[in-house]
Antibody
Framework: EVQLVESGGALVQPGGSLRLSCEASGFRFATYEMQWVRQAPGKGLEWVSYISSLGYNTFYAQSVKGRFTISRDNAKSSLYLQMNSLRAEDTAFYYC??????????????WGQGTLVTVSS | QSVLTQPPSASGTPGQRVTISCSGGSSNIAVQTVNWYQQLPGTAPKLLIYNTNQRPSGVPDRFSGSKSGTSASLAISGLQSEDEADYYCAAWDDNVNDPGVAFGGGTKLTVL
């Protein structure tokens, strides 16, 4: 069974940094494309970032480009999101998501339960 | 605002058939497959339909997806009270400058 477990969410001050982690199990992590998706309280889903199965390609939403960095460690079956220069509008639940790299599209199939990031002074 | 456009709300009575639309463009729905997600209050989104019309194991065949041109639809037949939830569509967007996943703004389904 595919399992994705996020951690690292916390209350952080504006301008601060935070690193989210996602531990994967139940599947061959190195064959999955991974992404972070966020959802502000009471709002819709917003795609944040993508990383290819071997980590060679990354993409970011305009709203986080230059501030967030996605990475992965296939040996540890883990996905990360380094978030710098955090703003109040980054407050959201952050979901780790994955899809097999032979799926034909890169849209999330599996989701974790999310971790809450709150940016406030 | 979202790249994909969904109606903010939809409703139906038990047993009825309802459809939720998702409108996109030439760089997403027109050339990519579509996923649909169901989100119950306080929970993570759950995959309902993938690759436009495929159901993951465990999803009832009351749920079906389709696509035509730059629009996609989710149909729910035999509506049940437990179907009351938020529904989101998503597709990869092949925008040359900013590729990524495009989500719809979500549709809140109410079972009357």
């Amino acid at each position: 069974e595919v399992q994705l477990v996020e951690s690292g969410g916390a209350l952080v001050q504006p301008g601060g940094s935070l690193r989210l982690s996602c531990e994967a199990s139940g599947f061959r992590f190195a064959t999955y494309e991974m992404q972070w998706v966020r959802q502000a309280p009471g709002k819709g889903l917003e795609w944040v970032s993508y990383i290819s199965s071997l980590g060679y390609n990354t993409f970011y939403a305009q709203s986080v480009k230059g501030r967030f960095t996605i990475s992965r460690d296939n040996a540890k079956s883990s996905l990360y999101l380094q978030m710098n220069s955090l703003r109040a509008e980054d407050t959201a639940f952050y979901y780790c998501t994955g899809v097999p790299d032979n799926n034909g599209n890169s849209v999330p199939r599996y989701w974790g339960q999310g971790t809450l990031v709150t940016v406030s002074s | 605002q979202s790249v994909l456009t969904q109606p903010p709300s939809a409703s139906g009575t038990p047993g009825q058939r309802v459809t939720i639309s998702c409108s996109g463009g030439s760089s997403n729905i027109a050339v990519q497959t579509v996923n649909w997600y169901q989100q119950l209050p306080g929970t993570a989104p759950k995959l309902l339909i993938y690759n436009t019309n495929q159901r993951p194991s465990g999803v009832p065949d009351r749920f079906s997806g389709s696509k035509s041109g730059t629009s996609a639809s989710l149909a729910i037949s035999g509506l049940q009270s437990e179907d009351e939830a938020d529904y989101y569509c998503a597709a990869w967007d092949d925008n040359v400058n900013d590729p990524g996943v495009a989500f719809g703004g979500g549709t809140k389904l109410t079972v009357l």
